[in-house]
Each structure stands twice: as structure tokens, then as C-alpha cells.
């Protein structure tokens, strides 16, 4: 196991972050932005879901309830220390971090590309697969990283197809609990994403059940928006709506009107 594939907690205030990662990846793709989290005076938790950040085949036989596990129990061990919960995640995180915040009363949730729907038109026929223990090796085109980010990718070069039946699970049930979701919510799109469709934001959007709803689409990002050229803006944003959501709290007065907003 790379290093940086780890789980890890960075101190910071008495709110705290949980950072989820995406599916096939690690902890790793997480930490840039948890460090400027923790810069900016947040506690940021990111632990490593099961079956990841090790070797493709660890992920064969775990489950997408595994992983909503693990997410779990991260989020509760904030709650029990006195944090401030706050959800954040990339992908399949993004997806767990929604989920999550229909059960758990948190002050805010951050989802970037959260994969509603996928340009892989095979997708749909995963769950055919579900037994299976076949790796299918990565076709879609290459990553390109800016050069300093790259020690961070730390991720699976290939599809267990088995697990990608587990993962459209996952977002099958989070798709059911999105009306549940009443905390404030940025959702952030990619518009060069090659895993995730663009509209996958609306519908996310449309189901959630939030009033206080942004969303932020990034120009020059990929799927890898937390590792891409467009980290600087969305790191900006997620701070920006983290104290947002910290004010709005500590407020009894709530806000008259909570717009759309997009940028």
C-alpha cells in the first residue's frame, strides 16, 4: 500500500469534514483538498473503504453496504468527539456522502460528480456480472494530472465487475433517498468528465429534498475534479459553503429565501 493510500485525520476546528473517495480509488485522491481543508480551520477524516487502496482484487465480495459501513462509522466517530459533521465526496464518495446525509443529522454535504448517470453504455448490464471475479481492464482515454498532483492518483487500473454491480446498488439506493437530504448541499459538476454525465447534476438536484441547494459546475475539470485545474475554485467554494452552512446554523433566525444558485 502507497502511503498516501491510507486512511487519514488532519486537526483542525471543532468542525469536521468527512472526506469520502472514489470507487477503485483510495484516501489518497482526498488528501490535496483535505490539507487546504485543514488549512482553513476545519478537522477533515478520510478513511479507506473497503477493498480499496491496496490491490483490484481485494474488492472482489465486498459489498456496497461495506463501504456505506465504513462511511458510517467515520462520520459517527466525528459525531462522538463533538464535531460538527459535514459531508463531503468524489464519485461513489459523493454518492455515500448524499446517502449519508439523509440519516445523519449533519450541518452540510458537498458532492462532486456524484455518477447518476455514466457515459459507459455497458454500465446498466453490470449487475449480469455480479458473481463475477473478472477485472476488465481500463478502455476509456487516459487520466492527465497536472504533474504535482499525480503521487495522489493511487488508484485501480481496471473494472472488477463484479463490484461495479454493487456500486450502481449504492446509487440506486441513494437515488431513493435524496428527498430525505434537508441539509444545505453543493453539488459540483465536471464539465469534461469522462466518467459521469453532465446531467447527472440535475438529477441530483431535482431529487434532493434541501432547499438550500448550489451548484457549481467547473470549467477545465475532468472527473478527477479534486486533483485537476480547477482545485483552487473548488476548494474556495467548499469553504465558502461550509461557513455558509456554519452561520446558517448558528443562527436561530432562519434565512427567508435559500436560492438556487448556479455558477
Do not use: K
Not at 473548488?234 to 438556487?260: C, F, K, N, Q, W
Amino acid at each position: 500500500m502507497h502511503p498516501h493510500a491510507e486512511g487519514f485525520r488532519l486537526a483542525g476546528g471543532p468542525d469536521g469534514v468527512l472526506l469520502l473517495h472514489a470507487w477503485t480509488a483510495s484516501p489518497a485522491q482526498m488528501r490535496p483538498l483535505g490539507l487546504a481543508l485543514q488549512q482553513a480551520g476545519f478537522t477533515v477524516a478520510c478513511p479507506r473503504l473497503a477493498g480499496h487502496g491496496t490491490r483490484v482484487g481485494d474488492l472482489v465480495g465486498v459489498t456496497w453496504r461495506d463501504w456505506v459501513r465504513d462511511a458510517a462509522t467515520a462520520a459517527q466517530e466525528l459525531r462522538d468527539e463533538g464535531y460538527r459533521l459535514h459531508l463531503a465526496g468524489l464519485s461513489m464518495g459523493a454518492v455515500l456522502s448524499l446517502l449519508l446525509a439523509a440519516v445523519f443529522d449533519a450541518a452540510s454535504v458537498t458532492a462532486v460528480n456524484a455518477p447518476m448517470v455514466v457515459w459507459d453504455r455497458l454500465a446498466p448490464l453490470a449487475w449480469l456480472a455480479r458473481r463475477s471475479r473478472r477485472v476488465r481492464p481500463d478502455a476509456g482515454p487516459p487520466v492527465t494530472l497536472p504533474p504535482d498532483m499525480e503521487v495522489y492518483r493511487q488508484d485501480y487500473r481496471g473494472t472488477p465487475e463484479g463490484s461495479a454491480a454493487e456500486l450502481l446498488d449504492l446509487i440506486r439506493v441513494t437515488r431513493t433517498a435524496l428527498p430525505r437530504v434537508t441539509c444545505p448541499a453543493l453539488i459540483v459538476q465536471s464539465l469534461l468528465d469522462e466518467t459521469v454525465r453532465p446531467e447527472s447534476a440535475g438529477i441530483v438536484r431535482a431529487g434532493i429534498g434541501s432547499s438550500d441547494v448550489q451548484v457549481l459546475r467547473l470549467d477545465h475539470s475532468a472527473h478527477l475534479a479534486v486533483l485537476g485545474r480547477d482545485l483552487e475554485i473548488l476548494t474556495g467554494e467548499i469553504v465558502r459553503h461550509l461557513r455558509r452552512a456554519i452561520r446558517l446554523m448558528s443562527t436561530s433566525v432562519p434565512d427567508p429565501y435559500h436560492p438556487t444558485t448556479e455558477r
